[in-house]
């Protein structure tokens, strides 16, 4: 079973629109969650990194949250734009590894 | 891609045959890593490396090889072995094994190398 789940597995949202994608993981003990962006064809590129003692932080239009009691973080993507069509990957490190989640795939139209 | 280059980006080979694809990174990371991306999955980590001369089998090493000779690259090896080799393949390297004792050590990614064999 994957250690880190990823929903929606794809969404497609109008310009302009907020998003929220969720990530659960079962990664334990738990160092830290990055969020990435991959658009198509390209490597993943880091938004932003929680570490237990985070709740949230932000990236310009992108913010992220994180519940480690409950194992849940979430991207939040406000007022999207056509560049935000990617896929977001949430990676949870602990236990002197990394799990990749299978990717958030993100489709913005005008 | 952050001083990451791969090439080439778009390679297709016969069945059969070996194909090597190239890293090379100028961000004087000590580690660096292979991964595997199919259509629906995460990435899957092929194999690592934390130092030069020395490397380490990942989730999937199977039918791949690898060297690192110099710290800025970490070429991989599609061997005749590998079942499926038809994949989206991706480099990436930090300044420390990103698993190890830094916890904010990023792994940079490069623009990855997708294999087709035919």
């Known amino acids: 079973k994957n250690q880190v789940e990823q929903s929606p597995q794809s969404l497609i949202i109008l310009e302009g629109k907020n998003c929220t994608l969720q990530c659960n993981y079962t990664v334990s003990p738990f160092s830290n969650l990055r969020w990435y962006k991959q658009d198509t064809g390209r490597g993943p590129v880091s938004l932003t990194i929680m570490t237990f003692s985070e709740n949230t932080k932000s990236n310009g239009r992108y913010t992220a949250t994180l519940d480690a009691d409950t194992k849940q973080s979430s991207l939040h993507i406000t007022a999207s734009q056509l560049s935000d069509s990617a896929s977001y990957i949430c990676v949870v490190r602990g236990n002197n590894r990394l799990a990749f989640g299978k990717g958030n795939q993100v489709v913005v139209i005008p | ?118």
């Open chain 2, 1 to 118: 891609d952050g001083g990451i280059t791969q090439s080439p980006k778009y390679l297709f080979r016969k069945e059969g045959q070996n194909v090597t694809l190239s890293c090379e990174q100028n961000l004087n990371h000590d580690a660096m890593y292979w991964y595997r991306q199919d259509p629906g999955q995460g990435l899957r980590l092929i194999y690592y490396s934390q130092i030069v001369n020395d490397f380490q089998k990942g989730d999937i090493a199977e039918g791949y090889s690898v060297s690192r000779e110099k710290k800025e690259s970490f070429p991989l090896t599609v061997t005749s072995a590998q079942k499926n080799p038809t994949a989206f393949y991706l480099c990436a390297s930090s300044s420390g094994l990103a698993g190890g004792l830094n916890l904010y050590n990023e792994q940079f990614f490069g623009p990855g190398t997708r294999l087709t064999v035919l």
